[in-house]
């Protein structure tokens, strides 16, 4: 799937699909009032670490989704 630039209200980014990574967000931004306010480069939720209550190990933090 090629990358798709979508604009709604006042965020725009980029959607790609990785075979790997599956969604991809990329350069999101916020305009502010004719000021563009980047807030992120890269998103993926195969990257996303989450913080679990069991402090034991490796309980702490874990990948939400194994690649």
Same mark, same amino acid.
């Given at each position: 799937?090629?990358?798709?630039?979508?604009?709604?209200?006042?965020?725009?980014? #980029? *959607?790609?699909?990785?075979?790997?990574?599956?969604?991809?967000?990329? #350069? *999101?931004t916020y305009n502010d009032d004719g000021v563009i306010r980047p807030i992120f480069y890269r998103l993926s939720p195969a990257e996303m670490v989450v913080p679990y209550a069991a402090p034991e190990h490796p309980h702490p933090r874990k990948f939400a989704f194994d690649v």
């Open positions: 799937m090629p990358p798709v630039a979508v604009v709604n209200d006042n965020v725009e980014h #980029t *959607i790609a699909f990785g075979h790997r990574e599956g969604i991809i967000l990329s #350069t *999101i």
